[in-house]
């Protein structure tokens, strides 16, 4: 099966700045099957980018997904202070699917 | 609109079993695939399994493997998860969500029921 490690486990950085999330996987996966996800605290998660780049409806252009085979990136360009909580990354290939262990990020 | 509405809180003890329900509305059933999710408490997402509506084919997470069944009745637009014997470290909350492909086979899941917790407790 197929593992996705995201990097940092946590990110503390201050509102306008620029953050950047990494999402590994331990074997190649489609770029059509590379999801990130947003959950704020006691609320389900809300999907940002699918197919590795492209925004779900009424995300703002201030996320930007990125990459390719085993190496994907989350761009928040400039940060607003609901942008400080927790991201997934999720793959959907090879079968069975899996989520990465998520990045907190929080203000510094 | 999209609604994903999922049944009420457990509680079991090791070894019974939960299904949890999860009724759709507001698209075309079997257009799109539901996938359940669990979220320990204080913990990461967890994928668990996922029907494709349309033609009733399933797969599910290692960790469960055996223990799940994932079902979906066309006819009321609802899908269910069953797991069996349950064990302590399966106390998470459960979300069914609907899933997605779009025309480049690109895959998304789009909108969450409001979750159920399952606690498993002796």
């Known amino acids: 099966d197929i593992v996705l490690t995201q990097s940092p486990g946590t990110l503390a950085l201050s509102p306008g700045e620029r953050a950047t999330l990494s999402c590994r996987a331990s074997?190649?996966?489609?770029?059509?099957?590379l999801a990130w996800y947003q959950q704020r605290p006691g609320q389900a998660p809300r999907l940002l980018i699918y197919g590795t780049s492209t925004r779900a409806a009424g995300i703002p252009d201030r996320f930007t997904g990125s990459g390719s085979g085993t190496d994907f990136t989350l761009t928040i360009t400039r940060l607003e202070p609901e942008d400080f909580v927790v991201y997934y990354c999720q793959q959907f290939g090879d079968g069975r699917w899996a989520f990465g262990q998520g990045t907190k990020v929080e203000i510094k | 609109q999209v609604q994903l509405v999922q049944s009420g809180a457990e509680v079991k003890k090791p070894g019974a079993s939960v299904k949890v329900s999860c009724k759709a509305s507001?698209?075309?059933?079997?257009?799109?695939?539901l996938t359940w999710v669990r979220q320990a408490p204080g913990q990461g997402l967890e994928w668990t399994g996922w029907?494709?509506?349309?033609?009733?084919?399933?797969e599910s997470a290692q960790k469960v493997q055996g223990r799940v069944t994932v079902t979906a009745e066309k006819s009321t637009g609802t899908a269910y998860m069953e797991l069996r014997n349950l064990r302590t470290d399966d106390t998470a909350v459960y979300y069914c969500?609907?899933?997605?492909?779009?025309?480049?086979?690109?895959?998304?899941?789009?909108?969450w029921g409001q979750g159920t917790l399952v606690t498993v407790s002796s």
């Open positions: 029907i494709n509506t349309y033609n009733g084919n399933t």
């Open positions: 074997q190649g996966v489609s770029s059509s099957y």
């Open positions: 507001g698209y075309i059933f079997d257009d799109f695939g």
């Open positions: 969500a609907r899933v997605f492909w779009d025309g480049a086979g690109s895959y998304g899941v789009d909108h």
